[in-house]
């Protein structure tokens, strides 16, 4: 695909004082065609923003955009509800096949800059989801209500990969721990088996979503799998959440058995 990137014109109104603004947004974004937009999609926070000239009030352009990155062979639909999105993607690559892509589908900025560093690490991007469970499963009470879930996300310094509690209370503000590879190789061996297992369609090809929501429901089957074993699996699982402790928060996490 020879364009960087497509731009699209949209009006919309501030919720704030109703007036209306026409902005531009993009519609695709193809990441070795616009390095320039890439970079800003990863560094700018405000990219996908628009800021109201009357109120000076901050709009979310909640404009559908398909992110493609041929290296990686690897596309995102950044999409609150695009309800027939294999259409949608016929209708931005025309003749050209995709079946030999990983494709994923993300709802907001946030979580498109943070599945794009997921997908540019060695490992599956599955394997963060459910890192990033994982340990948010691990805090107190106390502290998930400190950190709502919801704000904790995989970013990078560099080649490695970092998970990120900001706090609910005070703005670019929060905890940042990083994720060593043995524990990413660990997390991928110990359920990649499950998930090809449970996958339900060929993969490639095919725009799928894989959250937060995603990991706590395979995590529950997995405890519940082990639960039910009693054996090596449980020890494996006992042992993770035990390294999740050293190798990301740096202390002991003892499992009880039941």
């Not at 991928?188 to 449970?198: G, R, S």
Request: one cysteine or more; aromatic letters at 10%.
């Amino acid at each position: 695909m020879q364009m960087g990137y497509i731009i699209q014109e949209v009006v919309i109104t501030c919720p704030t004082c109703q007036h209306k603004s026409g902005v531009i947004g993009f519609s695709h974004i193809h990441r070795e065609g616009a390095l320039q937009i890439y970079d800003k999609v990863l560094n700018d926070e405000s990219f996908f923003f628009h800021i109201c000239p009357f109120c000076h009030g901050e709009l979310y352009l909640d404009i559908p955009c398909l992110y493609i990155d041929d290296t990686r062979k690897s596309m995102i639909w950044l999409t609150s509800a695009v309800p027939n999105i294999d259409e949608q993607t016929k209708q931005f690559l025309g003749e050209r096949k995709w079946t030999d892509y990983t494709c994923r589908i993300v709802k907001n900025a946030g979580e498109l800059r943070e599945k794009i560093i997921e997908m540019e690490s060695p490992y599956d991007d599955r394997t963060y989801e459910l890192l990033k469970m994982g340990a948010y499963r691990l805090l107190t009470p106390r502290r998930q209500e400190q950190y709502p879930l919801s704000a904790c996300h995989i970013s990078r310094d560099t080649d490695q990969r970092l998970l990120v509690f900001l706090d609910k209370q005070a703005k670019h503000t929060g905890c940042v721990y990083k994720i060593s590879k043995r524990i990413e190789q660990m997390t991928q061996d110990l359920f990649e088996p499950i998930w090809i297992t449970v996958q339900t369609k060929q993969e490639k090809g095919h725009f799928l979503r894989f959250d937060t929501a995603w990991a706590n429901q395979m995590l529950e089957g997995a405890i519940q799998m082990a639960e039910r074993s009693k054996g090596i699996y449980a020890q494996l699982l006992g042992y993770w959440i035990h390294c999740i402790g050293q190798e990301i928060f740096q202390c002991d996490i003892t499992v009880a058995e039941k």
